[in-house]
């Protein structure tokens, strides 16, 4: 099933992939003036089916921002299953979920959990790359492999040899070159770039940045304990408030941690 899913997921690179790139900067090596916008497509499966967002991932010399592209009305959105129903996905905010790799290395992001977001600090990511001998194309791009271990899962990347910044979709980084196509290894979480622009002497997209993270109140952010404190916390009283709509004589909803339908989260926490 996995190699069926990353099979229809390579041909859609191939004919999606749009690159906008000026041969002068490969061939300058000037590092200091580049600027980027990589737009990619990120597909998580789950047990209600396929759940598909866009990001758009602006960078420079020093940074990164890796943005959800909200779509116009989430209450409309809908995942469907295998026998034909659908699932509404409830999620009420637009305000969108984004993660923020500062200068020093260190990534801020904001996640929607339980339509709340969460502010946090995490500064323990540490993924141990393997780079490995095999390459291949990605639009215009030599790409080389990599493996690495990320909170009890598997990660493949593929990052561009010619563009020597750090960065990469989501919590991905850490590598010589910009990731340009991921997933885990069982196929649960899927990354590829769909369009590639590169800029020199042109500060959009790091104003672009600038403008999204001055107002940002870094020193009031949750620890990566209290962000997973605050999901439990969330979670129950979720499950409180869908019990006091229950009909009379009707018992509580309760958490089955054991819950085997419920799917599991792409960052495992011990």
């Known amino acids: 099933m996995v190699r069926a899913f990353l099979k229809v997921m390579k041909a859609k690179i191939i004919y999606s992939i749009i690159v906008t790139l000026f041969l002068n900067i490969l061939a300058a090596q000037n590092k200091s003036q580049i600027n980027g916008k990589i737009t990619y497509d990120y597909i998580l499966k789950t047990p209600d089916g396929d759940f598909e967002r866009n990001y758009n991932l602006y960078f420079n010399s020093k940074e990164s921002y890796y943005e959800e592209i909200v779509p116009y009305d989430l209450k409309r959105s809908t995942i469907s299953k295998d ?14 979920q984004f993660y923020y790799l500062n200068k020093d290395q260190v990534m801020f992001f904001s996640e929607v959990f339980a339509n709340e977001h969460l502010f946090t600090q995490d500064d323990e990511i540490d993924i ?18 990599a493996k690495g271990e990320f909170r009890g899962r598997t990660y493949i990347s593929w990052y561009a040899i010619d563009l020597t910044m750090p960065y990469g979709p989501w919590k991905l980084y850490g590598l010589p070159g910009i990731v340009l196509e991921a997933y885990e290894e069982t196929g649960m979480a899927y990354f ?13 997209n790091s104003n672009y940045i600038k403008n999204k993270t001055k107002d ?7 620890s990566l304990e209290q962000y997973i404190e605050m999901q439990n916390k969330l979670t129950i009283e979720y499950f409180e408030k869908l019990s006091s709509r229950l009909p009379k004589g009707f ?6 941690k054991d819950c085997k339908d419920c799917g599991q989260k792409l960052e495992i926490f011990d």
């Open 128 to 145: 141990k790359w393997t780079l490995i001998e095999e390459t291949k194309k990605i639009g215009g791009f030599e790409c080389a492999k």
């Open 83 to 96: 026998d034909g129903t659908e699932v509404i996905y409830s999620r009420n905010t637009k305000i969108p």
């Open 216 to 222: 940002l109140k870094f020193d009031k952010a949750l």
């Open 192 to 204: 590829y770039a769909k369009k590639v622009q590169i800029q020199t002497n042109f500060d959009t």
């Open 251 to 256: 018992g509580p909803l309760k958490i089955d």
